[in-house]
């Protein structure tokens, strides 16, 4: 069974920096592109970067680009997020998820980012 | 960006009942469309990927059609369970893009 577990979430002030991780279990890992999507509170879904399976292909949402930095280890089955400039609007609970085929296969349960001071 | 917009952004349907939500591209995305459901405090699970081909483990209620730009997803007879907000997303070309979701709810 697939498990992507993601943590490093909380609440930072406006300006501030986090880094989120994604440990995954029950896939090779390696051979998975990998995105971060996100959900502010009430909110629709909203897909933000992915990276593939080699690290050699990133994207990134514009309202994202230049702040945050998806990056992998996969010595380490793990995904990273870090996101710096933090604004409110980054306020959201952020999903790793694996893809192939063009489908987001497998979700973590989420990690809570809280921007405010 | 490809823009995606579903409808409707709710509805209201009993145990038992035919449920269909569309959603449209902006573009043409061929068959690059795919459904998410999810109930609240969790995240979401794939059912229906490449518009039509249901994903392991997703009971054979749950069905989706077309192709370009108008595309269909149907719960034939639902079921308590399904109750949920669904998502249809575009996975043609970066960024990848969600329609804003169809709140499903019971009458």
């Known amino acids: 069974e697939v498990q992507l577990v993601e943590s490093g979430g909380g609440l930072v002030q406006p300006g501030g920096s986090l880094r989120l991780s994604c440990a995954a279990s029950g896939l090779t890992f390696s051979t998975y592109n990998m995105n971060w999507v996100r959900q502010a509170p009430g909110k629709g879904l909203e897909w933000i970067s992915h990276?593939?399976?080699?690290?050699?292909?990133?994207y990134y949402a514009d309202s994202v680009k230049g702040r945050f930095t998806i990056s992998r280890d996969n010595a380490k089955n793990s995904l990273y997020l870090q996101m710096n400039s933090l604004r409110a609007e980054d306020t959201a609970v952020y999903y790793c998820a694996n893809s192939g085929n063009y489908r987001l296969e497998s979700w973590g349960q989420g990690t809570l980012v809280t921007v405010s001071s | 960006d490809i823009q995606m917009t579903q409808s409707p952004s709710s509805l209201s349907a009993s145990v038992g009942d035919r449920v269909t939500i569309t959603c449209r591209a902006s573009?043409?995305?061929?068959?690059?469309l795919n459904w998410y459901q999810q109930k609240p405090g969790k995240a979401p699970e794939l059912l229906i990927y490449?518009?039509?081909s249901l994903q392991s483990g997703v009971p054979s209620r749950f069905s989706g059609s077309g192709s370009g730009t108008d595309f269909t997803l149907t719960i034939s007879s639902l079921q308590p369970e399904d109750f949920a907000a669904y998502y249809c997303?575009?996975?043609?070309?970066?960024?990848?893009?969600f329609g804003q979701g169809t709140k499903v709810e019971v009458k």
């Open positions: 490449l518009a039509s």
């Open positions: 990276i593939s399976s080699s690290s050699n292909s990133i």
């Open positions: 997303q575009q996975s043609s070309s970066i960024p990848w893009t």
């Open positions: 573009q043409s995305i061929s068959t690059y």
